[in-house]
């Protein structure tokens, strides 16, 4: 099976958080690759909570819910790509989540 089909929806974007803000939850499964450019932020991927700062790149697979809390008082950038609906099997899940879940 291909973890990449024709059918997924890719989409790409970039959003400013000036004084910090929230993004989510989100309730669908999906794939999130961001770089967060300037500020900071936590994530939460069902129930596992992440810190990411200035100049890196993040990869998050949720399953069931996930949220992105931007520092308050902190003028925060990012740019992403949300992969919705993905189906992937089990044993590349494992492999996902098994990677570092950031590059600095």
Do not use: A
């Not at 890719?10 to 989100?26: A, H, I, S, V």
């Not at 309730?27 to 961001?34: A, G, S, T, V, Y």
């Not at 990869?59 to 992403?80: G, P």
């Amino acid at each position: 099976m291909f973890t990449f089909t024709k059918t997924l929806s890719f989409k790409f974007g970039n959003t400013q958080y000036p004084n910090g803000g929230q993004y989510g939850p989100l309730f669908r499964r999906h794939l999130d690759i961001f770089y967060l450019k300037s500020g900071e932020v936590e994530t939460n991927s069902d129930g596992i909570t992440r810190k990411f700062c200035e100049g890196q790149i993040g990869l998050i697979y949720n399953e069931h819910v996930l949220s992105f809390n931007y520092s308050n008082n902190t003028s925060s950038k990012v740019l992403w790509c949300s992969i919705f609906d993905i189906n992937i099997t089990p044993g590349i899940n494992t492999s996902i989540k098994s990677l570092p879940y950031s590059i600095t």
